[in-house]
């Protein structure tokens, strides 16, 4: 294919009205969803802190303002929204005014200064905002009571509904210890750095920001910075009234401590699900009702509704009409992960197989036949759940009702009776109307200099020698129906014939790259076991072959393009196994430059490295996905390899990103090669398309994930494994009904490795209600998240950072706001409640806006965040729920005598002892941090070392040791990482040892080194919003 064939536009600049929450100022709200920057807004949003200092640039220096001592109390007031005026989409708050003071820095030597530009009030009077939280009961134990949960009087406790937290007037904060960890400013205990806080001062209206009718301005937050010890390149994450970040000195009483344990805890929530809904049987037969959290272990049965492993909602009461999810601003969505793994102890999903007449389905709106259908007429005729189409009975499905009205079979038919199951298809759903054929992989592995010299390729081919005879296989067959084929390149291609009657493999060479074509066909795919011999034979060969070679320029889009075409050829889809290193530099198609200017970030143009450089991969990607031609990259990069656009091919196709920085060896090669192993015997859908069916009243949106989209009801995917997930966002087009409820069919067709072409059905059916609190009651705060952070990334393509980052504070006050003022009792404005299911809702959207996708900072590289932003789109809620809040374990107290892991802690350095060994885990990393003091019969018995100064922190791995501690800690070691899809390498951190640094940003309950607020501060900051939202 010549180079003129790859014009496309990018597929997030295809505005399509209603899609992505990106369209035109004029198009319909969408709730839940980043607006475009000419959009008409619903309130102004105050208080919100916007950096007069660029982010990464030195504080200003310069005299204290004078009169800086007090603090000024302004008035909160918002005023009334416009009767009858609906929002457009959430618009992001006014920029910075440049009419504000400059501020100085200021350090444990002087007291803290507070820019004034508003009328002083008495020193006695501080924000009741930033002193001391009194946070009430919460949870299953606390006492239910009738009518609206009330404030706190006396012993009484609000119903289990909600959080409430109490945030009264006080005295100013005392100065805590300079290495305190345990005040309501927590610092991490690092090297004396920039930490960099921000101190909230009124500041004048912004005059650019539109003023709705009858709403006076509304007041906004300077930052503060703070200066400690020399000046650290950093930014500093801009929050909405961000809270005193670092520890100040500010005169007056002493105030008591916020106790941590007193906020709402993500753990506790964790083990209250655990020990209520833990190894039970979970029965999905009753429509709307909420599953336990993906981080709890049970056996989940069938029975009419899919199962939480296949679709979780971000909430399972839909509101009733348009005006009420506006109100709300509750994203409607559903996370779908169509291939998800399912354990041995649950049933697999049945094939249903009606021959050539092919699946049952409604004549009007193409559903398929399922729970829902309600059949009438003495059974000859059925009514979709969907349209309400009344459809005919086709004779050879017709069956007699009970006298319930219910077929006689309804046990015996997956389709009636279950919520997910399959459908054999016909020739109508294959191409070209004729049976595929099974899919191919091709191995495809970067033999340039740096590959050969560090023993990358001679693993890969010693690898693969083992791995062939392991290729994914249905359950009946003896062997796996899967072809294989093999190519190398650097800056030229190499295709081998390794067909079974040669003696010996041969090699063509491709060398015009600008258009590339497949040398040979009979021979170049081919069955493993058949070519065994030559096959080993070329695998041996392949390491010696390029033994001498000097070249280290390398292509990439001409390689993707030649196994693209070598599938086409062969009429088959499959996937390709790349192995690649360095960026693409050698002339062809796809080369591409260094861009990686550190000088772009928190800029508007900011948003340009996550953007992939030219056409060519994008039009690479969308023929891929026509061909059905899964790419999965494995990167070993010593440098820049501008991931934002070599990984595009990847995420559009369904296949998976791997990265090794710096790859060593001896050090990398288990964590590289247990990926690979996972990767290849993943169950795989190929050339797979998925469409999403609702009821009457709303309908599908926007699609979220490892996808593309040609149009906009069509999800295709070059292939989809166990492992991705697409988050469906939901609109309403009319009102919903109460009594049937909102009902949602996900129907994928797709490829077996064999070959067969199925379709797979996954039903769910929600409830729907006129009342606010039952929507909140329903909702679940990991699919929330896993929405938030889906929509965040995706936004940041066209969106400034800072905007995408504010609207998620905005977004999190509304939600919280409209609880509080429809669902709860009156309250004072110094109460914070939080429902029940969305009272953790807060630290993990901190830890979102704190990821390092959003929080652009020097120290983290650009390919780093593309790379993780890429993951995210398309993991599933257990894989973001991980991501976010990873896993801290006490290995200190594990019981060598139970199966049991040690119950996990809250991410914070408190939980810290330096007596203690922790492990931690987010999906990515994974860490082993061992205090000073830890006992040295611990390490004696995990490392075969006599103390904490013996061990190696370049270790990767723990040894084999033959006692019950370490047997244990392998045993856990490995239960985390087979649930994951990331292989974790495992990296040991001594206490006040250098990689303690990075070790810490992990913590997420705590301000980070680079300004990040900390779980505390932002729900005060979060109190504040919807404080002035309500005011």
Request: hydrophobic share 35%; with cysteine.
């Amino acid at each position: 294919m010549s180079q003129q064939g790859y014009v496309a536009a990018p597929p997030y600049s295809q505005s399509q009205p209603g899609i992505g929450g990106f369209g035109p100022p004029n198009s319909s709200l969408h709730y839940g969803h980043y607006g475009d920057p000419n959009s008409s807004y619903s309130t102004p949003q105050p208080g919100v802190s916007k950096p007069t200092v660029p982010f990464g640039s030195p504080a200003p220096v310069g005299p204290p303002p004078p009169g800086a001592q007090q603090f000024s109390q302004s008035s909160f007031q918002n005023g009334p929204g416009t009767p009858g005026q609906q929002p457009h989409r959430l618009q992001s708050p006014p920029p910075p005014s440049n009419t504000g003071p400059s501020y100085p820095p200021y350090s444990h030597q002087s007291p803290p200064t507070f820019p004034n530009t508003a009328a002083a009030s008495p020193p006695a009077q501080l924000a009741d905002q930033l002193n001391s939280m009194q946070i009430n009961n919460y949870g299953p134990g606390a006492a239910p009571s009738s009518g609206h949960p009330a404030p706190l009087q006396g012993a009484r406790l609000p119903p289990p509904t909600q959080q409430q937290m109490v945030l009264p007037p006080g005295p100013r904060v005392p100065p805590p210890p300079t290495n305190s960890v345990n005040g309501l400013c927590a610092q991490p205990a690092v090297p004396p750095m920039a930490r960099q806080g921000a101190i909230p001062g009124p500041v004048p209206p912004n005059p650019n920001l539109p003023q709705l009718p009858g709403q006076p301005p509304g007041p906004g937050y300077h930052p503060q910075q703070a200066n400690y010890g020399p000046q650290m390149a950093g930014s500093q994450l801009s929050y909405p009234g961000a809270f005193p970040g670092a520890p100040a000195q500010l005169s007056g009483p002493p105030q008591k401590k916020l106790d941590p344990d007193s906020i709402p805890s993500p753990i506790q929530v964790i083990e209250n699900d655990k020990a209520a809904r833990g190894g039970q049987v979970y029965a999905t037969n009753t429509r709307g009702q909420v599953p336990p959290l993906v981080t709890t272990d049970c056996v989940i049965q069938d029975q009419g509704h899919a199962s939480p492993r296949y679709i979780r909602c971000t909430t399972y009461c839909f509101p009733a009409t348009s005006d009420m999810a506006k109100q709300a601003r509750i994203p409607l969505a559903a996370v779908i992960q169509p291939f998800a793994s399912v354990p041995p102890n649950e049933t697999p999903l049945y094939l249903v197989n009606h021959g050539e007449a092919g699946p049952i389905r409604c004549n009007r709106c193409k559903a398929y036949m399922c729970p829902f259908m309600q059949f009438i007429e003495g059974g000859r005729r059925y009514q979709c759940g969907f349209c309400n189409c009344i459809n005919d009975v086709p004779s050879f499905f017709f069956q007699h009702l009970d006298h319930m009205g219910r077929r006689i079979d309804h046990y015996e038919r997956p389709e009636l009776s279950l919520g997910s199951y399959e459908y054999v298809a016909t020739l109508d759903y294959c191409r070209d109307k004729k049976p595929p054929n099974p899919p191919a992989y091709i191995f495809m592995i970067d033999v340039s200099y740096r590959n050969i010299k560090s023993g990358l390729v001679k693993l890969i081919c010693g690898e693969l020698k083992t791995l062939l005879d392991k290729l994914p296989r249905e359950e009946q067959e003896e062997s796996s129906a899967i072809r294989v084929g093999f190519v190398t390149y650097n800056k030229v291609l190499h295709f081998f014939n390794v067909k079974s009657s040669l003696a010996q493999p041969q090699m063509m060479v491709v060398t015009d790259v600008s258009e590339v074509f497949v040398p040979l066909l009979d021979g170049f795919l081919v069955d493993f076991e058949e070519s065994r011999s030559v096959v080993t034979n070329l695998l041996d060969q392949i390491p010696e072959l390029f033994a001498d070679t000097n070249e280290s320029e390398t292509i990439l889009a001409p390689v993707i393009q030649a196994g693209m075409e070598a599938l086409k050829a062969a009429e088959r889809a499959g996937k390709l196994f790349i192995f690649h290193s360095a960026l693409p530099t050698a002339e062809a198609p796809g080369k591409l430059k260094n861009r990686d200017d550190k000088k772009l970030l928190n800029t508007d143009k900011e948003k340009t490295l996550f953007q992939p450089q030219g056409s060519c991969y994008e039009a690479l990607a969308r023929d891929c996905v026509s061909s059905g031609c899964s790419v999965s990259l494995f990167l070993f990069p010593n440098q820049y390899v501008d991931v934002a656009s070599v990984g595009l091919v990847t995420l559009c196709t369904g296949g998976t990103l791997y990265k090794y920085n710096n790859f060593q060896l001896e050090a990398d090669s288990p964590q590289f090669l247990r990926d690979l192993r996972k990767d290849l015997g993943k169950q795989t859908g190929f050339d797979a398309t998925m469409r999403v069916r609702t009821s009457t009243g709303f309908r599908a949106t926007d699609f979220l994930g490892a996808v593309y989209m040609n149009n906009t009801t069509d999800v295709e995917m070059a292939a989809v494994d166990c492992d991705k997930a697409v988050t469906v966002e939901f609109k309403h087009d009319d009102k919903l009904n109460e009594d049937t409820g909102a009902l949602i069919q996900c129907a994928l067709l797709y490829t077996t490795h064999s070959g067969q072409r199925r379709i797979r059905i996954h039903n769910m059916g929600l409830n729907c209600s006129a009342q606010l609190a039952d929507v909140y009651r329903a909702c679940e705060t990991d699919a929330l998240i896993n929405f938030f952070a889906k929509s965040a990334f995706k936004a940041i393509l066209s969106q400034p950072l800072k905007t995408v980052r504010d609207i998620l504070v905005s977004q999190t006050a509304h939600m919280l706001a409209c609880y509080k003022k429809n669902c709860a009792s009156p309250a004072t404005l110094s109460q914070l409640i939080l429902p029940e299911t969305m009272k953790v809702l807060p630290v993990y959207m901190n830890c979102l806006l704190k990821s390092c996708v959003l929080g652009g900072r020097p120290e983290i590289p650009t390919d780093e965040r593309a790379f993780q932003r890429q993951l995210l789109m398309a993991m599933g809620v257990a894989d973001t729920q991980l991501f976010f809040y990873p896993l801290l374990l006490p290995l200190h107290s594990l019981d060598l005598q139970s199966d049991a892991v040690p119950a996990a802690i809250r991410c914070s350095e408190e939980r810290l002892s330096e007596g203690g060994a922790f492990l931690l885990a987010n999906g990515l990393s994974m860490f082993l941090w061992l205090g000073a003091g830890v006992c040295p019969e611990l390490i004696q018995g995990l490392f075969n070392v006599p103390s904490f100064a013996h061990i190696s922190a370049q270790a990767t791995s723990l040894p084999d040791l033959d006692n019950p501690f370490s047997k244990k800690l392998k045993h856990i070691l490995e239960q985390i990482q087979s649930q994951r899809p990331h292989t974790m390498k495992l990296i040991i951190v001594k206490q006040r040892e250098q990689p303690e640094m990075l070790f810490r940003q992990f913590l997420v309950e705590d301000k980070d080194i680079y300004g990040g607020a900390s779980y505390v501060d932002f729900l005060v900051c979060i109190h504040k919003e919807i404080g002035q939202l309500l005011s």
